[in-house]
């Protein structure tokens, strides 16, 4: 038998795949180094962050100074966070009386914890929490926050901070919903006076900036009403401001009622559905389903545009900060005030668009494109 | 009553309410009744609460003087002694559509690279464009302007001591001054060279455009037209003897006069709106490229194109499409949101003439009208515009 040594009876083992391949090296090399361009971009971007972050950090944090009661007690040069210390009750309620702010908080409470299971898919006992928050809620939070039967009336003037921001955002979605929905139904209503009609009230009021329509709810909404009738700043803003949001709300809800097959419409018809009845039971529930990321969309967008009251001198969060960094006491403190301010709008905004576009690919069945 | 009198002309089996025409006539007549009630109602009231108050309704006002100055008038001289309300309409007019026009160009400018640089191979570059989108989209505007013009400008330094960038630019609290043009006696032939040079160009465009369906050769067009459109009016500048004139600012003992300046009220309104807005646009130009199936550039590098013509010819084509429409609620939202400028004491018409010239006259409905017929105008006119290029550039559509 001839000697078959130089034949191998098992498999070399694998080399290792050459080091340019894997590792944090190649890792860089593909997505930082992969041509001169993108190496240039990686510099450029690099250097751009070494200017920024840590001059940023460094003011941020480790320079800043977090106790003290004037600005003149911030001395290590960076940021005087003191300033939002001391003034932090003020910037979340306002001028809301000290003992009463319990009413706040419940109200807070109640909020959110009745519209955070409406948003979870598939959460139990959906329809008890949207009859809860659309119909119950709206008197127990005027009663809360307000006052009566009991509880001391606190008067609007007094509200501000991050709690007049809410309830401007969350009141004026409440009410614009069903507004909304109304007005996109008597967009796509066969009946053309009603459709003309609803056309021209949605065009209108996206047509114009917010703020002229706050200047009209501050300076023309009481000419129009019997002489004599008074009322409220905050209410005026509310009506105003709900109006506003039902326009855009009104298109949001348009582009789902455009999204359902004709199908499901002729489906009920020969059913022997009347029209509410069809709306009610087969149209808007697979409508509203799908533009909850818009109106989430939209929801963000007014939480946004809430800042304009300054303009009529309502003190909501970013008014009642402004109006503290001009104090004597913190002269000084504007940009603290400005980036406390932009946090928290960015930590509100940014999860619910994080929500919204979750909840678009999961509702995005593939079938389009 | 008139319910009564239709029934009569109808089948009698169908009762009134189960005629589905019939009854949506019933329906409008009353949304009819209720809106001109309603109308009426507030008519009613406003004429009342005008009475009482001793308002004097129309437009008269326009004519009487005005008697402030509005800070911002790069287009018509504004004499605060001579001007009228109406003079202070057109100076807001005019300076809100500046500020709409120069946002819009230099938001989509910066959107389109950062939604462009969104969709990099490189991961830092790529990274550092979504951090801008997502930090810049989700702060209110109206605080990214306070921002710029309280905590950014507001501490450049004082009058006296302004940053000069070699001694043509200055740099200070009041504002970026820089030499004004001033055209001299011949500047015609600069103008016609322009003309002429672009004439040129579109002609050449349509040249090369046949000569390559023809023969399948390109022309480089860009360059050609870049070329034309610097030489041509060069030469037509040493003919005439440079015939532009540079007005520098001169210090004197209140600051700096003269030359041309850009307010920080200004600065900052355009940094805040085309920045806020370029957040927005960068991501709808992402989702452009992104709705662009892949199929169409493996196709285009099989045919052996390049990709940045790939990009340019095959991609961008298509993805403009998908684009444009959100583009122009953009644009629309832009021009609204220039309004912001009310915060920071700009010179557009919500400011001087829904601020201070309602506090003067106190008309305040013909005031407000005015000022949402204006936007609902501009409104409309852009919309316009934008459903006219979406149409031509559909119809590339097969």
Do not use: C, H
């Given at each position: 038998m001839a000697d078959l040594s130089y034949v191998r009876t098992e498999s070399h083992p694998d080399m290792p795949p050459p080091s340019s391949e894997v590792g944090i090296l190649a890792w860089l090399r593909q997505n930082l180094f992969s041509g001169w361009l993108n190496s240039l971009l990686t510099l450029a971007a690099i250097y751009l962050l070494y200017k920024i972050l840590p001059p940023f950090f460094g003011w941020a944090f480790w320079n800043a100074d977090w106790n003290g009661t004037t600005y003149k007690d911030c001395t290590s040069g960076g940021a005087c966070w003191a300033m939002i210390r001391v003034r932090f009750d003020q910037f979340m309620y306002g001028f809301?009386?000290?003992?009463?702010?319990?009413r706040v908080n419940l109200w807070v409470v109640l909020l959110f914890g009745s519209a955070i299971p409406?948003?979870?898919?598939?959460?139990?006992?959906?329809?008890?929490?949207?009859?809860?928050?659309?119909?119950?809620?709206?008197?127990i939070a005027y009663l809360l926050l307000y006052g009566g039967m009991g509880l001391r009336v606190v008067d609007t003037a007094q509200w501000g901070g991050l709690f007049l921001t809410l309830v401007l955002a969350t009141v004026s979605i409440v009410v614009s919903l069903p507004l909304g929905i109304v007005f996109a139904l008597g967009r796509r209503s066969n009946m053309p006076i009603v459709r003309m009609i609803c056309i021209a009230f949605i065009e209108l009021w996206r047509g114009v900036p917010l703020i002229?329509?706050?200047?009209?709810?501050?300076?023309?909404?009481?000419?129009?009403l019997p002489p004599g009738t008074n009322f409220d700043k905050i209410l005026r803003t509310l009506i105003v401001m709900s109006f506003f949001s039902a326009a855009y709300m009104a298109e949001v809800v348009r582009g789902g009622l455009q999204a359902i097959p004709k199908g499901q419409f002729e489906a009920a018809q020969a059913m022997g559905l009347s029209y509410w009845k069809m709306m009610a039971l087969i149209i808007l529930p697979q409508a509203l389903k799908i533009v909850i990321p818009g109106i989430v969309n939209t929801f963000i967008g007014l939480f946004k545009d809430t800042t304009l009251v300054l303009v009529i001198g309502l003190f909501d969060f970013l008014t009642i900060v402004q109006a503290a960094t001009t104090h004597k006491n913190w002269l000084g403190t504007s940009t603290e005030g400005y980036v406390f301010v932009a946090a928290v709008f960015w930590v509100f905004c940014f999860s619910m668009s994080r929500y919204s576009i979750t909840l678009e690919r999961r509702l995005d069945t593939g079938h389009r494109n | 009553m008139a319910a009564s009198s239709e029934t009569q002309g109808s089948t009698p089996r169908v009762s009134l309410w189960n005629d589905p025409q019939k009854?949506?006539?019933?329906?409008?007549?009353?949304?009819?009744?209720?809106?001109?009630?309603?109308?009426?109602?507030?008519?009613?009231?406003?004429?009342?609460?005008?009475?009482?108050?001793?308002?004097?309704?129309g437009f008269g006002f326009l004519y009487s003087p005005a008697g402030f100055d509005v800070g911002m008038s790069p287009f018509l001289t504004y004499e605060p002694s001579k001007a009228t309300h109406?003079?202070?309409?057109?100076?807001?007019?005019?300076?809100?559509?500046?500020?709409?026009?120069?946002?819009?160009?230099?938001?989509?400018?910066?959107?389109?690279?950062?939604g462009v640089l969104r969709l990099s191979p490189n991961w830092l570059v790529s990274r550092m464009a979504y951090c801008y989108v997502?930090?810049?989209?989700?702060?209110?505007?109206?605080?990214?302007?306070?921002f710029w013009y309280f905590a950014v400008l507001g501490t450049l330094p004082s009058k006296r001591d302004s940053i000069s960038m070699f001694d043509t630019f200055f740099l200070?609290?009041?504002?970026?001054?820089?030499?004004?043009?001033?055209?001299?006696?011949?500047?015609?032939?600069?103008?016609?060279?322009i003309a002429i040079a672009i004439t040129a160009i579109v002609m050449i465009k349509k040249w090369a455009q046949k000569r390559q369906d023809e023969t399948g050769q390109p022309f480089p067009v860009f360059l050609v037209s870049v070329g034309l459109l610097i030489v041509l009016p060069l030469i037509a500048a040493v003919i005439a003897g440079f015939p532009l004139e540079f007005e520098h600012p001169q210090k004197n003992r209140f600051g700096l006069r003269g030359g041309m300046i850009i307010l920080p009220e200004f600065a900052a309104l355009i940094l805040g709106l085309s920045l806020y807005t370029a957040s927005f646009i960068a991501e709808i130009v992402r989702s452009g490229i992104q709705a662009i199936s892949h199929g169409q550039t493996e196709a285009a590098y099989a045919l052996g194109v390049r990709p940045t013509v790939t990009m340019r010819l095959v991609v961008i084509?298509?993805?403009?499409?998908?684009?444009?429409?959100?583009?122009?609620s953009q644009y629309l939202n832009l021009t609204k949101n220039s309004s912001l400028a009310v915060a920071i004491g700009g010179a557009e018409i919500v400011a001087i003439f829904a601020g201070t010239s309602l506090n003067q006259a106190g008309q305040a409905i013909e005031i407000i009208a005015i000022t949402m017929g204006f936007y609902l105008t501009v409104s409309l006119l852009i919309s316009m515009f934008m459903n006219w290029y979406n149409r031509r550039i559909a119809l590339v559509e097969r």
């Open positions: 809301y009386p000290e003992a009463e702010r319990w409406l948003l979870i898919e598939n959460s139990p006992g959906k329809k008890y929490f949207a009859i809860f928050l659309f119909i119950l809620f709206p008197p002229t329509v706050l200047f009209m709810g501050s300076v023309m909404l009481p000419l129009f | 009854r949506s006539l019933i329906y409008q007549a009353i949304v009819v009744v209720m809106i001109v009630g309603f109308f009426g109602f507030v008519i009613n009231n406003t004429a009342d609460n005008l009475e009482k108050r001793g308002i004097a309704s109406g003079t202070v309409l057109i100076v807001g007019v005019l300076n809100t559509l500046l500020v709409a026009i120069t946002g819009i160009v230099i938001a989509t400018i910066i959107g389109f690279i950062v997502e930090t810049l989209r989700n702060i209110p505007l109206l605080l990214q302007l306070l200070n609290i009041e504002g970026l001054f820089g030499p004004l043009p001033v055209p001299q006696d011949g500047f015609w032939m600069i103008l016609l060279a084509p298509q993805a403009l499409r998908v684009i444009v429409p959100p583009l122009t």
